[in-house]
């Protein structure tokens, strides 16, 4: 089994930042990549960001110059978003995925987080 918790949500103004964590724990051997995807009220999920096990990052149109992914070099589990100038669109349920597999030859299969709310006051 593999969990991941999601930290750092709250109430934040415009124009402010906010950092995310994302821990994974469990029986993970390999992780082939790690993202940040997030769901607004009233519409679907969509992808923050992206990076893979080889350090590769993707960012959604919307977030580009003001959030940045990032992991922990020494403990390859933790995924972080640095999330700067913050406005109300920003507003969301941010989940965490991981996609891993726990045994040598095995499927890569996601796993998600049950996500942290970010609200950004105008």
């Known amino acids: 089994q593999v969990q991941l918790v999601e930290s750092g949500g709250g109430l934040v103004q415009a124009g402010g930042s906010q950092r995310l964590s994302c821990a994974a724990s469990?029986?993970?051997?390999?992780?082939?990549?790690m993202g940040w995807y997030r769901q607004a009220p009233g519409k679907e999920r969509e992808l923050v960001a992206t990076?893979?096990?080889?350090?590769?990052?993707?960012y959604a149109d919307s977030v580009k110059g003001r959030f940045t992914i990032s992991r922990d070099n020494a403990k390859n589990s933790v995924l972080f978003l640095q999330m700067d100038s913050l406005n109300a669109e920003d507003t969301a349920v941010y989940y965490c995925?991981?996609?891993?597999?726990?045994?040598?030859?095995?499927?890569?299969?996601?796993?998600w987080g049950k996500g942290t709310l970010v609200t950004v006051s105008s």
């Open positions: 995925k991981i996609r891993a597999r726990y045994y040598l030859g095995g499927p890569f299969l996601d796993y």
């Open positions: 469990g029986s993970i051997l390999n992780i082939d990549s």
């Open positions: 990076i893979t096990s080889g350090g590769s990052t993707i």
